[in-house]
């Protein structure tokens, strides 16, 4: 059952050693920030290890809990779709290119978990703060000044989403960024990553493309997209949240026949010697 939210921007903190719901989903969006404690999000049958200074992004397509080690101080701003809507208004243009609900749908921002270097690793804690110390006082869904800090964090966001694995949050990249951002996208669905198709989605002809990649990327176009996907399946198998058939199913095998021969000619050991030498 989705948790239901009226208010288009509702501010929640606690600390607890025990996280008080069962894995959930929501209509509405959070960004959860760590301010201490330590211990693992499960989100969508994956798991990720969490500390201080962490943020993650829940969307409503997404189901999570915390499972907690260490007693954990959250923050969690909550707000829905009428949120950005009704303040519009303020928005910069930049976010006509990729809204916060995109970013927070973009499904390789759950794979992979932010890291904010300094000055920004300070700036999002303040920033955080400011916006709690805001819902002391005041309403902070009807505030501008509480919607720009909401902004600020979106800014955070996207300048830590470039440092990893090319990923971009908006439409302003190079080419290059481009393709790695629409294979990421799609490493799911293998029909949409074959080479005719993702030269023809960039106009590329197809007896250039591999040419083209191996001199952007210094790697075989074959061999990036086979060491992406295996790294995906290996965090799934580690996790141990997802059964073979299920991970099969994900990544578009025609069985788990299928998946485990793939996996053992890539990484030279089936799933289950690799689970046990990789456990979480």
Do not use: W
């Amino acid at each position: 059952m989705k948790r239901k939210q009226f208010e288009p921007l509702e501010i929640d903190t606690f600390e607890t050693d025990v996280f008080p719901l069962p894995k959930h989903s929501h209509t509405y969006y959070e960004l959860v920030y760590i301010f201490k404690g330590s211990g693992n999000h499960h989100i969508n049958q994956l798991l990720i290890p969490y500390k201080a200074g962490d943020l993650y992004l829940i969307s409503p397509d997404d189901e999570h809990f915390f499972d907690i080690k260490k007693l954990t101080k959250f923050c969690f701003i909550k707000f829905n779709d009428s949120y950005f809507e009704s303040n519009k208004h303020l928005s910069p243009d930049n976010l006509v290119t990729a809204s916060p609900s995109d970013i927070m749908r973009n499904p390789l921002l759950k794979e992979e978990k932010l890291i904010f270097d300094e000055p920004c690793k300070t700036i999002l804690k303040k920033t955080v703060e400011n916006i709690i110390e805001y819902n002391r006082f005041q309403k902070v869904s009807d505030s501008p000044i509480v919607f720009f800090q909401v902004l600020s964090l979106f800014g955070l966001i996207r300048e830590a989403s470039a440092k990893f694995l090319n990923v971009r949050v908006d439409n302003n990249a190079p080419q290059k960024d481009d393709l790695t951002s629409y294979i990421h996208q799609n490493i799911y669905h293998p029909d949409q990553i074959r080479i005719q198709v993702i030269a023809k989605h960039f106009n590329i002809s197809e007896t250039y493309f591999s040419a083209y990649f191996k001199r952007n990327f210094d790697v075989s176009y074959r061999k990036y997209v086979t060491d992406y996907k295996v790294k995906l399946i290996e965090r799934r198998i580690q996790s141990g949240q997802m059964t073979m058939k299920q991970i099969a199913y994900e990544f578009g095998f025609t069985d788990e026949s299928h998946l485990t021969n793939y996996f053992k000619k890539q990484m030279k050991m089936s799933p289950i010697h690799f689970k046990l030498l990789h456990s979480v």
